[in-house]
């Protein structure tokens, strides 16, 4: 028979345990009787909507403070608003059947729904729920699905990536919680190539599947043996950690290694291949500022569920993130346009690897002199002086003497930003892809990629435009080195050209093509996720752009890193040198990648810059307005009123007139990008400041893709 003691002790324990809440249609039903919407009940407990719509529809509990907080507002409206009869418990579904699951999962298993493939509104993961003191570890997936998810690649049943808290919840896409039991990095590493049903599948037949990726939180972080922070000069400079850290010696002792870039904000972890399996994992460590705030706004500050989200939708519909979102720009055309594809050796009969049609192969390609660095080996041993291309977004400011009285007299200043300019220039966009051939005086082909000696200082267009030929807008002076798209418009503007010399490419494609594809279905679904669809029309359009990134911040981040991954992808074709020991002459990582192509760079802008004078030229033809300054991809026009709409040009039957700008939300159309009073941008025009860089009301990021 129990003790007295023993009784009051298991009393005591009961008392102690955290508060129970009402089941979650209860939750749900107090609120609404209360007339409180999720929203403000977010606010007030200081989490997110979407959190709260977890709670109440039993994906997640709320856990300490917020949950005695919770169970104390949930009491108060018990008492106020009762109900009619005893609530119902919310309705179990019915069982499914499971997949088989690594045994470390002792508890109900994952269903096998795709993380690649998940739902476009798919809702955030939940927050870490409680989790009771001896509970095996377990995979933790809601049981209740919004809709049907098509059935995924049966290896990677958890998604592509998760993110690790201190408490060894890996929280992944579509709401999975996993428990990961993992105390160093390499127990960490061997967990999630064992265990955790983590990854994703190859985007081109001839590809790699996507390594895991795990992100580790702060205290993740610490609990496996790293620094909350990377400490001291070296490591800053370096950004990674020394190679007498413990914890890159515990890595290597368990023979794992570790890629050129070694233990930093990115590391990738790996032993050779063994056959066709690929034993790799790839690491983000957030307080490394592993996500860059300017890619990612807002996402490394988000709970771990949430920034999973974040992760999942990009890695779904773009890629699983590999490093910044520039590489993982550059990682994608790879990944879409493999460099090999296996081919049986008619002397053997064996399967070898063979060349990629379209690719860029497997060995890197030195650039044209012209088309190189000033520091490039091509350069500096050949002693090239022959000019370089000057293939560059814009930077043009009119001169304020061309404005005229009327133009001085408008009220407003409005910018125009075209979306992902780049990308649209990306598409069907044939680029070079064998080594440069040198011609002197060729005739002048558009249909060629490649560097053209031509002199278009002949060329007299209307001074209140920049020039299409110079990134400053200012006329040519004499012969300069230009991309093809650049002779091709200035032929297209009806002048002859006679190129002194070239450095053409024989063999050619469209080699972005599937890499422009993906982006742009990645960011037309964003935002019609974000409620700016195709279907709205232009007064409808602005509305909702005006408040897209307040319906949803995850996917405003989500659709900011699609952006950043465009410029910052076209960028890496030529990554420049770092680090202050770099000497002229040498050569430095990025060279040796095939991906190293400042040609292909060139292209995109030049045909971008282009693209946008065209526009500039249509308006001016069509609606006698000019503008008064370009940066890259926005444009300033003096305006009657504060909106588009008051300058833009439209058909009497009210539709958008072709050639000029039209508003809209998909590459290559305008949205508005900020309004100031026009006495404004005259002041920042005499001071010979630009004011497309500051109509935004901040100062706008010059990215050039470089």
Known sequence: MSSKEELFANVDALLEEEPQLPPPAERARLREAAGITQARLAA??????????????????????????????????????????????????????????????????????APAAAPVDAPTAPERPARPAGRPA?????????????????????????????????????????????????????????????????????????????????????KLG???????????????????????????????????????????????????????????????????????????????????????????????????????????????????????DEETGNWISGHNPGSLGTEPMDPAPPEATPEHPVVVQSGWTGGFLNEEAYQWVRSVDSLSDEECMMPFAVGLDLNTAFLAAAARLVVGLSTPDHFHAPKFNPKIPGSWLVDLSHIELDPRLPSPFTP?????????????????????????????????????????????????????DTLADLGVT?????????????????????????????????????????????????????????LERPTWRPDIRAAVISKARVNMHRKLNNMAKMTGLFPLAVLSDCVVYPSPGASPLDFLPYAASGKPQPGGFRLGPTPGLAKLEGVQPMLWAVELMEKGLNPARHIKGGDAVLDEGE
């Open 138 to 222: 377990t995979s933790r997936r809601p049981a209740a699905r919004k809709a049907a998810v098509p059935a995924v690649d049966p290896r990677f049943p958890h998604g592509p990536l998760a993110v690790l808290d201190g408490d060894g919840s890996a929280y992944g896409v579509d709401g999975i919680v996993l428990d990961c039991p993992a105390t160093t990095i390499p127990e960490l590493v061997e967990w999630t190539l064992r265990e955790s049903g983590l990854g994703a599948p190859k985007l081109n037949r001839y590809g790699k599947d996507s390594d895991p990726l795990i992100v580790l939180t702060a205290a993740a972080a610490v």
């Open 534 to 590: 195709k279907d709205l029309d232009d007064r409808a359009f602005l509305a909702a752009m005006e408040q897209h990134k307040q319906v949803d911040p995850a996917l405003a981040a989500v659709l900011a890193a699609i952006k950043a991954t465009v410029k910052g992808g076209v960028g890496k074709l030529r990554e420049r040198p770092q680090g202050k020991h770099y000497k002229e002459g040498e050569r430095w990582p990025a």
């Open 472 to 524: 400053d807008g200012s006329r040519p002076t004499g012969p300069a080195w230009y991309q093809t798209h650049t002779v091709a418009y200035a032929q297209e503007l009806g002048y002859d050209v006679h190129p002194i010399e070239a450095y053409l490419r024989r063999e050619t494609g469209a080699y972005l093509d599937p890499w422009h594809d993906r982006l742009k279905n990645a960011y037309v």
């Open 226 to 344: 790293l620094p909350e922070r990377l400490e001291g000069h070296e490591q800053r400079r370096s950004l990674r950690l020394p190679e007498d850290h413990p914890v890159v010696k515990q890595a290597a002792k368990a023979k794992w290694q570790l890629t050129q870039r070694g233990f930093g904000p990115w590391a990738r972890i790996y032993r050779k291949a063994q056959g066709r399996e690929r034993q790799c994992v790839q690491l983000a460590i957030l307080s490394w500022d592993a996500l860059d705030e300017r890619s990612w706004p807002g996402v490394a500050e988000m709970e771990p569920a949430d920034i999973a989200r974040v992760l999942g939708v990009y890695a779904q519909r773009v890629i699983t993130p590999r490093g910044s979102t520039a590489v993982s720009g550059l990682e994608l055309m790879t990944a879409l346009r493999p460099p090999t594809k296996p081919e049986r």
């Open 44 to 113: 007030a407990l200081k989490t997110s909507t979407q959190t709260v719509k977890n709670w109440e529809n039993g994906r997640s509990e709320p856990k300490p403070p917020r949950l005695e907080a919770y169970q104390r507002l949930l009491n108060g409206w018990a008492a106020k608003y009762p109900a009619h009869s005893a609530p119902a418990v919310a309705p179990v579904p019915a069982a499914t059947p499971q997949p088989q699951v690594p045994e470390t999962f002792t508890g109900p298993a994952a269903a096998p729904e």
